[in-house]
Nanobody
Framework: QVQLAESGGGLVQAGDSLRLSCVAS????????MGWFRQAPGQEREFVAT??????YYSDFVKGRFTISMNSAKNTVFLDMNSLKPEDTAVYFC???????????????????WGQGTQVTVSS
């Protein structure tokens, strides 16, 4: 069972930056699809960004503001969030697939492993 541990959330003001980290308990010889989703109160969980087949993929609402990356050991994924907006407020979840590539990377059902989530709050 792969365990994911997120860190880096917090309370910031609009325009500030945060870096989220997610460490997987398992290292693999090739990278697994690993990324981030978020869920605001009363809303469904939505795709944010993922490393898929070694390449980054983003939702439209974070393109140009967020950057996802993975370490060389392929067990840690980072999310650098810049120009944060109040609407970015949510619990951010790290997710990992057992596969190296996903066609439907934006679907939460494609990921088998999930972290507990880290709260990001952006005040106006």
């Amino acid at each position: 069972q792969v365990q994911l541990a997120e860190s880096g959330g917090g309370l910031v003001q609009a325009g500030d930056s945060l870096r989220l980290s997610c460490v997987a308990s398992e290292r693999t010889s090739s990278s697994r699809v690993m990324g981030w989703f978020r869920q605001a109160p009363g809303q469904e969980r939505e795709f944010v960004a993922t490393m898929n087949g070694g390449f980054p993929y983003y939702s439209d609402f974070v393109k140009g503001r967020f950057t996802i990356s993975m370490n060389s050991a392929k067990n840690t994924v980072f999310l650098d969030m810049n120009s944060l907006k109040p609407e970015d407020t949510a619990v951010y979840f790290c997710a990992r697939s057992s596969f190296n590539f996903l066609n439907n990377y934006y679907r939460s059902s494609e990921y088998e492993y999930w972290g507990q989530g880290t709260q990001v709050t952006v005040s106006s």
